[in-house]
């Protein structure tokens, strides 16, 4: 096993890492805390800006932040970290905009029946 779990191993749940951060060297779950604590405020201004509800900024940013807490070793190594976990929110709002186009409007048919009823 390479310690990297698929949706096999992890039971295909989101936002479970593959190593958990407890089990991180000290000096790593340093590193991740201060980097979430430092940005999160802006990715959350910008995510709400972007999607105009605190529930769906707030839901991109803790799957953002889980997403970066799951690849945080690989991207210890990355030259700008701050511009990847950036360019991961952004991915992240543009597939929630996509999945808001893909929603039917719901139609209130009691409503347009009523409407339809009417003389003119």
Same mark, same amino acid.
């Given at each position: 096993m390479n310690g990297e779990? %698929?949706?096999?191993?992890? /039971? %295909?749940?989101? /936002?479970? *890492? $593959?190593v958990l951060i407890d089990q991180w060297p000290? /000096? !790593?779950?340093? =590193?991740?805390? %201060?980097?979430?604590?430092?940005?999160?405020?802006?990715?959350?201004?910008y995510a709400y800006l972007q999607l105009g509800s605190d529930a769906d900024a707030e839901e991109a940013v803790d799957l953002t932040f889980d997403q970066v807490m799951d690849r !945080?070793?690989?991207m210890l190594q990355v030259e700008n970290l701050e511009g990847y976990a950036w360019t991961?929110?952004?991915r992240r709002i543009i597939d929630m905009h996509r999945k808001r186009r893909r929603r039917p409007e719901l139609v209130d $048919? =009691? =409503?347009?029946? /009523?409407? =339809?009823?009417? *003389?003119?």
């Amino acid at each position: 096993m390479n310690g990297e779990a %698929g949706p096999e191993e992890t /039971g %295909g749940a989101v /936002g479970v *890492p $593959t190593v958990l951060i407890d089990q991180w060297p000290m /000096g !790593w779950q340093m =590193a991740f805390w %201060g980097f979430h604590q430092e940005r999160r405020s802006d990715h959350m201004n910008y995510a709400y800006l972007q999607l105009g509800s605190d529930a769906d900024a707030e839901e991109a940013v803790d799957l953002t932040f889980d997403q970066v807490m799951d690849r !945080w070793p690989r991207m210890l190594q990355v030259e700008n970290l701050e511009g990847y976990a950036w360019t991961i929110l952004k991915r992240r709002i543009i597939d929630m905009h996509r999945k808001r186009r893909r929603r039917p409007e719901l139609v209130d $048919t =009691a =409503a347009s029946r /009523g409407r =339809a009823r009417r *003389p003119v």
